[in-house]
C-alpha cells in the first residue's frame, strides 16, 4: 500500500486484559478520533473466507497472527475507511489498539504512523488481567478466551514480543498508566493527559502534537 502522507497516530499499549479495547471503543468516540481494534478487525472477518481462515487457523491455537498477514489485513482495513471518507488524514487522528504488535511491525508501519503518544497501560497483578479475559469471553463468546493455555500463551507473547516494541518509540512519547483501577479511573488519566496535549499546541489541525510525557505511573 502506498501512501504520501502519514496517519497521525495515538497508540493503545498493555497486555491482553488490560482494557485497551474498553479504553479505545470510548475514546473512538470523540469526533476527531477513529479507534482501530486490531483483533476486532481480524474477528469481522468473514470466518469462511481466506483471510478469515487463516486468522483462525493461529487464533484457535492461541498464537499470534504473523506480521505479514496482520499488515497485510490492516493496511486494507484502512483503505476501505479512506474509500468511505471514515478517516480523513487531514482530520482524524488514528487510535490503534493492538497494533503494531512487535518490533517488526512498528518498523514496517513507521513510513505510514505519525506516532505522537502512546499509552502504556500496567496491570501489575496478572491474576486480574486473567480475570478480565475471563469475564470478556463470557461476555462476548470469544472461546479461545476461556482456554486457560491460550490465556498464558497470550499474556507470555506480551512479555516477550510487545514490550520490545517499545523500544522501537522515542520514550518522551509514552505515558504510563495504572490500568489496574476501575475502567472510569482510566479513562480519566488518558483524557487529562489528552487535555494537557490540547492545550499545550494551540494548532487546530493537529490537536495532539508531540509532547514529552511524565511516564510515571498515577
Known amino acids: ?9 495515538i497508540l493503545l499499549f498493555g497486555m491482553p486484559g488490560s482494557g485497551k479495547g474498553t ?3 470510548v475514546l473512538g468516540q470523540l469526533p476527531d478520533m477513529v479507534h482501530i ?10 470466518k469462511y473466507g481466506a483471510l478469515g481462515k487463516e486468522i483462525v487457523h493461529y487464533t484457535s491455537r492461541g498464537e499470534l497472527v504473523p506480521d505479514d498477514l496482520t499488515v497485510r489485513i490492516w493496511e486494507r482495513h484502512i483503505q476501505i475507511l479512506e474509500m468511505q471518507e471514515l478517516l480523513l488524514p487531514e482530520k482524524h487522528t488514528l487510535l490503534l489498539d493492538g497494533l503494531p504488535r512487535n518490533f517488526d511491525q512498528a518498523e514496517r508501519l513507521d513510513h505510514m504512523l505519525d506516532v505522537v503518544q502512546i499509552f502504556y ?27 486457560e ?8 507473547s506480551f ?9 522501537f518509540y522515542d520514550p518522551s512519547l509514552v505515558f504510563k ?8 479511573f482510566v479513562l480519566r488519566d488518558i483524557v487529562n493527559r489528552l487535555a494537557v496535549l490540547q492545550t499545550s499546541v494551540r494548532i487546530a489541525a493537529r490537536p495532539f502534537a508531540y509532547q514529552e510525557a511524565d511516564g510515571d505511573v498515577d
Open 1 to 9: 500500500m502506498s501512501t504520501l502522507h502519514k496517519y497521525r497516530t
Open 23 to 25: 479504553q479505545g471503543g
Open 37 to 46: 481494534s486490531c483483533g476486532d478487525v481480524f474477528r469481522k472477518l468473514p
Open 121 to 147: 497501560l500496567i496491570v501489575d497483578d496478572l491474576e486480574k488481567a486473567r480475570d478480565r479475559l475471563r469475564s470478556r469471553a463470557l461476555r462476548e463468546n470469544r472461546l479461545d478466551d476461556m482456554n
Open 149 to 156: 493455555e491460550v490465556i498464558l500463551k497470550r499474556l507470555k
Open 159 to 167: 512479555e516477550d514480543e510487545t514490550i520490545e516494541t517499545l523500544k
Open 177 to 184: 498508566i495504572n490500568a489496574s483501577h476501575e475502567p472510569l
